[in-house]
């Protein structure tokens, strides 16, 4: 699933192409967008900006309309210009957005949905978001708190969009590495500095996959959270079970944590499980 970062540099590349846009086609495979379409064109608004929130895409257009789509595990938008090929096939296209310029289409979006923009404070899913680590108006101490009440591994926690939005698996792993704490450790157990260490750690890992060239199709580089260009050492425990340790050689362990038994990787010897 694309987490906070991939979903920030998807939002910037879309607003780059396509803020301040007419819209001359609109296509889409879900019958509700089409039904609000019937109704409310879509055809000759103007996409006025492409914005993240969390894992959500909010595309906001003229007239007070917010598109919003979540990504799940397999959808993703590309820009191509007019005639150039698409890298997916067209039986995968449930979205498109067409201007003068560009064309944006959404493959394999399972989530999408016409919101009206005045309705955007009192929606279920986005209002239930914890804070963004991308927004400029980030509180870790907000996300703290809301850990607090919660009961759970820390590991479990992270990934509870309720409490700090946009963190998936793979940054959950690498940010409890990083700060050396035990992704099992029940959070109630952990200090309040420790838990702000995680948070911002996360902010950090995440902020800095999200430096591009400037270009409207961003950067490539993918996501790093070693500070290594080397292209086989970008991350430290995600996805690397039983093989050595970047720092200390110990084989990296993996396990299942929280109710979907997501996969937790981490090392035994930098991040001690607590007794």
């Known amino acids: 699933m694309p987490e906070g970062d991939t979903i920030y540099r998807a939002a910037r590349t879309l607003n780059r192409a396509l803020a301040a846009s007419l819209i001359t086609r609109f296509e889409s495979e879900f019958p509700a967008l089409n039904r609000v379409a019937d109704d409310r064109p879509i055809v000759g608004r103007t996409i006025e900006s492409v914005s993240p929130r969390g894992k959500h895409l909010l595309f906001a257009l003229s007239g007070g309309l917010v598109?919003?789509?979540?990504?799940?595990?397999?959808?993703?938008?590309?820009?191509?210009?007019?005639?150039?090929?698409?890298?997916?096939?067209?039986?995968?296209?449930?979205?498109l957005l067409e201007t003068d310029r560009f064309v944006a289409a959404g493959f394999s979006i399972p989530v999408a949905e016409f919101i009206a923009e005045r309705e955007l404070p009192r929606h279920r899913e986005l209002a239930a978001l914890g804070p963004d680590p991308l927004s400029a108006a980030f509180d870790p101490h907000e996300v703290v708190a809301r850990m607090r009440p919660r009961r759970g591994a820390i590991a479990e926690l992270l990934l509870d969009q309720r409490v700090i939005a946009g963190i998936g698996n793979v940054l959950k792993a690498e940010a409890l590495f990083v700060a050396g704490v035990d992704p099992f450790a029940a959070t109630s157990s952990l200090s309040d500095d420790?838990?702000?260490?995680v948070v911002a750690t996360a902010r950090r890992l995440m902020a800095v996959n999200t430096l591009d060239d400037g270009r409207v199709g961003g950067a490539a580089r993918g996501r790093r959270t070693t500070g290594s260009m080397n292209p086989a050492a970008k991350l430290w425990v995600y996805d690397r079970a039983g093989r050595p340790c970047r720092r200390c050689g110990t084989p990296i362990a993996v396990g299942k944590t929280g109710a979907d038994a997501r996969a937790t990787y981490w090392c035994p010897v930098c991040q001690p499980?607590?007794?």
């Open 67 to 95: 598109l919003r789509t979540h990504m799940r595990m397999h959808g993703s938008w590309h820009i191509y210009r007019h005639g150039e090929r698409w890298h997916r096939p067209r039986c995968e296209l449930r979205i």
């Open 194 to 197: 420790v838990l702000e260490r």
């Open 273 to 275: 499980r607590q007794t």
